[in-house]
């Protein structure tokens, strides 16, 4: 029985994990079937964002019981990175949307949505070192990028879970909503960012990845400029701005 749900409507998907007796920690077949959906939906033009979302829990780490005895290879054939890179870079725009607990490769997977809205009851940490390990699905790398070298460090060195309140003032998430509004609120700020250009979001949310890549500013504006050009070419730009011209809503198709 499928432990991931996927369900899309109007122009937005919703994944799910439905292992409500475990906190909806992860498993390896959890991972697999995300990644399935994942691969399943990354080319659909007609998904315009993708929203991480689990009722009361977002997802209280991995399985420890799947990896206690696992040797280094069965390690690495459990780690979760394959995974949570190809969510970071698909190029539609992702937001988790965390209730509850969101811990250790719970909280990665929250890291590695472009946008995260955590309920004011929210629970979230790394506590990988008090089981003799560190974060290694993203944790150490995106962490870091996310909220700075210091809370990073502050955070992944204690294993401490931290409230809503705190993991947004150390920029963890973007904000906080009562508990019964996370997923609400998810929506409609998926629904707005799907009325918007997909074309345009698609391109600047790889503009921004590669401009963080890029340690020369001027080089990564040369790219931004390229690419920015190339909008001219398409429908999407000509329907936005002829809308406004018009003082209509645009129609994107995405082309």
Known sequence: ???????????????????????????????????????????????????FYSEKNFAAGADIKDMAECSEEEARKFSFSPTYNKIAEVPIP?????????????????????????????????PEVTLGIFPGGGGTIRVPRIVGEAFAKELIFTGDVVTAERAFQMGL???????????????????????????????????IRQGLDEPDQNKGIDIESEQWCKL?????????????????KPVFKNR
Do not use: H, W
């Open 1 to 51: 029985m499928s432990q991931v749900n996927l369900k899309k409507e109007d122009g937005i998907a919703v994944i799910s994990i439905e292992k409500p007796e475990a906190l909806n920690a992860l498993s390896r077949t959890i991972i697999d079937e995300m990644d399935d959906y994942i691969e399943a939906i990354k080319n659909d033009d007609n998904v315009r964002c993708i929203i």
């Open 94 to 126: 992702t937001i988790a949307a965390i209730e509850g607990y969101a811990l250790g490769g719970g909280m990665e997977l929250a890291m590695a949505a472009d946008i995260r809205i955590a309920g004011e009851n929210a629970k979230m940490g790394f």
């Open 173 to 207: 998430v973007n904000r906080v909503v009562k508990e019964e509004q996370v997923y609400d609120e998810a929506i409609k700020l998926a629904k707005r960012i799907a009325a918007r250009g997909p074309l345009a979001i698609r391109m600047a949310k790889e503009i």
């Open 232 to 248: 001219f070419n398409t429908y999407d730009q000509r329907e936005g701005m002829r809308a406004f011209i018009e003082k209509r």
